[in-house]
């Protein structure tokens, strides 16, 4: 199976803050990434999807790129509603196997 | 825009079924797309269970494979999710989620743009 590993589990940053997030894959997935976010007790929602497109309607700040198997998504500008989990998944082998990263959380500083 | 609303029971039994149903309105199950089932126990993260495809091919997570089905009910536009043989380790928020997919250079790319607001379901006697 692909594993997804996601980094920094945690992370603590300020309003207007640049911040990355990385997820590895433990094999070649193509552009066959995906980032979603979580609030708490919110159901998730879809940010970027083939590892750069971004979704309807997510503000500009998102983005998402690739260094072979790294996958980053960066928020270019914190906002206040940004604080949130982010889960990376892969669908390389889909609709056979899809496997999500373990998460990250993004906490205000 | 495609709306899913999952039910069940919120309580059942350890080594009992959970069964749980994805009403689906504004798009028919028939139609297009894959339809999945994604769940997130207490305090942690997601979990594909698997999928089902709108021409019926269906697809489990190897892990549950051999614990879970996946059906649909084409009349009235659902699709049904069943975990056998439950412990404490199958208390989770079940989402049921549509599985979009593009083409792109003779690629197809998948991904989940429409969610379920989940349902709870706890394992316990």
């Known amino acids: 199976d692909i594993q997804m590993t996601q980094s920094p589990s945690s992370l603590s940053a300020s309003v207007g803050d640049r911040v990355t997030i990385t997820c590895r894959a433990s094999?070649?997935?193509?552009?066959?990434v995906n980032w979603y976010q979580q609030k708490p007790g919110k159901v998730p929602k879809l940010l970027i999807y083939?590892?750069?497109s971004l979704q309807s309607g997510v503000p500009s700040r998102f983005s998402g790129s690739r260094s072979g198997t790294d996958f980053i998504l960066t928020i270019s500008s914190l906002q206040p509603e940004d604080f949130a989990t982010y889960y990376c998944?892969?669908?390389?082998?889909?609709?056979?196997?899809?496997?999500f990263g373990q998460g990250t959380r993004l906490d205000i500083k | 825009q495609v709306q899913l609303e999952e039910s069940g029971p919120g309580l059942v039994e350890p080594s009992e079924t959970l069964s749980l149903t994805c009403s689906v309105s504004?798009?028919?199950?028939?139609?297009?797309?894959?339809w999945g089932w994604i769940r997130q126990p207490p305090g942690k993260g997601l979990e594909w269970i698997g999928s089902?495809?709108?021409?019926?091919?269906?697809y489990y997570n190897p892990s549950l494979r051999s614990r879970v089905s996946i059906s649909r009910d084409t009349s009235k536009n659902q699709f049904s999710l069943k975990v056998t043989s439950v412990t404490a380790a199958d208390t989770a928020v079940y989402y049921c989620?549509?599985?979009?997919?593009?083409?792109?250079?003779?690629?197809?790319?998948?991904?989940?743009?429409?969610w379920g607001k989940g349902t709870t379901v706890t394992v316990s006697s």
């Open positions: 989620a549509t599985v979009s997919y593009y083409l792109d250079s003779g690629n197809r790319y998948y991904y989940m743009d429409v």
């Open positions: 504004d798009y028919s199950i028939t139609d297009g797309y894959f």
């Open positions: 089902i495809h709108y021409s019926g091919s269906t």
């Open positions: 094999q070649n997935v193509g552009n066959d």
């Open positions: 083939g590892a750069f």
């Open positions: 998944q892969q669908t390389y082998s889909a609709p056979r196997s899809i496997t």
